[in-house]
């Protein structure tokens, strides 16, 4: 088959899990072409990997006067790529895929997966819901990575709208030492004590992420907790959204004792951040099926995590689920696992279980080669 995938700026889940679909396809004899903005390619090397041509088409992140000539372009790459599946990964790249590929002479079959919910408010909204709906009605099938984005994707029409997770990253296991020298090389950093509990946070600094969520519960938590607790937060950010909140945690630790907080910024040792950690939590307003709370899993990391989206049948029983910006709940979460180190230790056990249970990359990717298959039974052998 001759597949193109279409996405747009990423540099997080999305970028990563199209990164893996385009080198497994490729590997196994497929023809893969990828569409997508030049700075995504630099981040996630699609065009570095065999058997993929990547072709550069900056996608931008609103509608405008500027997306004819960009539909127009797109058509053409899509015809150079002779496709037989278009492969779209979000609401923009979705858009502009149908646009173009529904105007071609060979009409490809195109596929467009949601990795996230529309969030607009008032006139916003009105559009997004448009949009969603013109999506939902014009592929010949929407994929959704958590079953909320299916069941909205039928609700506005749909002709074929299935689940398919987005897989499982590869972690690799990180030794007891490596685990201890990160532990120690973070305590010499920010001057904490041997027996301090590390709570990690993993994730963009960006309004979905509800990083002022945390800050609030440190409130509720105080300094004098014990045993001593140290928030992490590790990840690339948004530099409005990181000064809103350094500003909050600021004021908050000027007028009482709080527990320290401290922004890692991007970071490639994740695994290693996360053996180090006692504790990770997720504070999303919003996931369909983040890749870092699988990671988490993987890991067998004792897990808080808000019950939004795709999160609650992803972690099941095997951490504490709370409201969706509930800031005394997560502070209670975290005060309970910091003085009970056998309940941590029981959820640990469950992550590691749960991780151990989930689709890895290559079974996804096995998963979407049936369904491209069964879009095109008599085109393809």
Known sequence: MR???VLGTSTGGVGTHVRALARDLAASGHELGVIGPASTDEHFGFSSLPGVRF???DMGTGIGARDGALIIRLRKLIGTFTADIVHAHGFRAGFVALLAA???RHRPRLIISLHNRASGQGLRATVETSIETLLAK???LTIGASTDLVDRA???????ARFVPAAAPEVQEVPAEAAVATRAALAAEFGFGPDALIVLAVGRVAPQKNYPMLVRALGHLGGRQRPELVFLIAGAADRAVLDEVHGQYEDLAATSAVPALHFLGPRDD???LNAAADIYVLTSVWEARALVLQEALISGRAI????????????G???ILIDDDDDMGLAAAIGELASDPARRAQLAARAKARGAQLPDEREVAKELVGIYTELMPSQVG
């Open 3 to 5: 597949i193109v995938y």
């Open 270 to 272: 994740i695994a290693e």
């Open 317 to 319: 029983d095997a951490g």
């Open 102 to 104: 529904r105007s071609l």
């Open 55 to 57: 072709a550069a088409l």
């Open 138 to 140: 014009g592929a010949d």
């Open 304 to 315: 808080i995590a808000t019950s939004t989206g795709g999160t609650t049948e992803l972690v």
């Open 154 to 160: 039928r609700e506005l029409g749909a002709r074929d």
